[in-house]
């Protein structure tokens, strides 16, 4: 018995000395980037709240040192068609915090049922205060995020969309780690709502494991189509669950040894030189666009965390 406990114990000794040295191995690289500015909220209208959850967000973004980014859709700042100054300040705490914003359309209109003209058009209209404030830092408006990451559903609508951003000198910020983060932030809200704050709890700690997961199957489809790990590419929103949560998935990250890197140096990996030719409907990782690119198997996809049906129901969405 004696004998068999030591066994036990020296194995999970070994188990525990091996996974730290793999961890100690690997240094990872990651770029957070934060859609949807000032904020992704469904309850939440009044400004302050916008500032207080902000202020909360950034408080772990500045704790962490993470080079973050913020896409904004100018849209939210107003109300009624008129500037919101409560809303505008929660946008000015990223500049003070010396973050880098982008443009993420005025409007988040849906490119694949939108005209050409009109969309450009909503980027060029989410440019205004954005540059305006980037310039209080001496910084350009560079990087473009397109909303749902809907980057065209035909080879010409794709190819008119990445001239016109080349036209105007944007980058565009690819993801490699998309997710369901919206959906548990919907179910959280849902929660908040309802002031459930154990279910709140409940979710908010599911969600960390969940994008945990999620990064892990990601740097898993990295080494089989790169045969290394890549810099990653975050998607997560300005929203309540990250106010909450982001400390707790900051953590989580650096216990897998994720060194937080800003978009530009997750650029310079060439991976994000691969060619992309996927025009599905869906808005996908670019891991997968270069893989659908490459033509590999079905298979190749296995394995991807879902969001539970719990979460989902919550959030009252039919499916991802
Ligand atoms: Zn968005």
Redesign the pocket.
């Known amino acids: 018995m004696f004998k068999n406990i030591l066994l036990l114990t020296f194995s999970t000794i070994l188990i525990n000395s091996f996974s730290i040295a793999q961890n100690f191995e690997t240094q990872r690289f990651i770029a957070v980037t934060f859609?949807?500015l000032p904020m992704n909220t469904k309850y939440l209208g009044d400004g302050n709240q916008w500032i207080e959850q902000t202020q909360k967000l950034l408080l772990t973004i500045k704790k962490y040192k993470i080079p973050a980014i913020g896409f904004v859709n100018e849209y939210k700042l107003y109300v009624n068609e008129v500037l919101d100054s409560s809303r505008l300040k929660a946008l000015q705490l990223w500049i003070d915090a010396d973050l880098e914003l982008g443009n993420?359309t005025f409007s988040?209109p849906d490119y694949h049922n939108t005209e050409n003209e009109e969309f450009f058009a909503d980027i060029i209209k989410g440019e205004k205060i954005t540059k305006k404030l980037l310039s209080q830092k001496n910084k350009m408006l560079e990087y473009f995020r397109h909303?749902f990451l809907h980057t065209g559903n035909s080879l010409e609508k794709k190819k008119a969309l990445e001239d016109f951003l080349k036209e105007q000198n944007y980058t565009v910020a690819p993801v490699t780690i998309d997710n369901g983060e919206w959906i548990y932030a919907r179910a959280y809200e849902n929660a908040y709502n309802n002031k459930d704050s154990e279910l709140m709890k409940q979710i908010g700690s599911e969600y960390v494991s969940y994008m945990i997961d999620k990064t892990i199957y990601f740097e898993n489809q990295s080494v089989k189509l790169f045969g290394r790990e890549i810099k990653q590419i975050l998607l997560v929103h300005a929203n309540m669950i990250n106010a909450d949560y982001f400390d707790e998935l900051a953590k989580e990250l650096l216990k897998r040894n994720y060194s937080f890197i800003s978009l530009n140096e997750a650029l310079t990996d060439s991976a994000y030189e691969t060619e992309d030719t996927f025009i599905g409907r869906g808005g996908i990782s670019w891991l997968h666009r270069w893989s659908y690119t490459r033509k590999v198997d079905k298979s190749f996809f296995a394995g991807e965390p879902e969001v539970p049906k719990s979460i989902l129901e919550i959030a009252e969405i039919e499916s991802e």
């Open positions: 859609d949807d993420h988040h909303p």
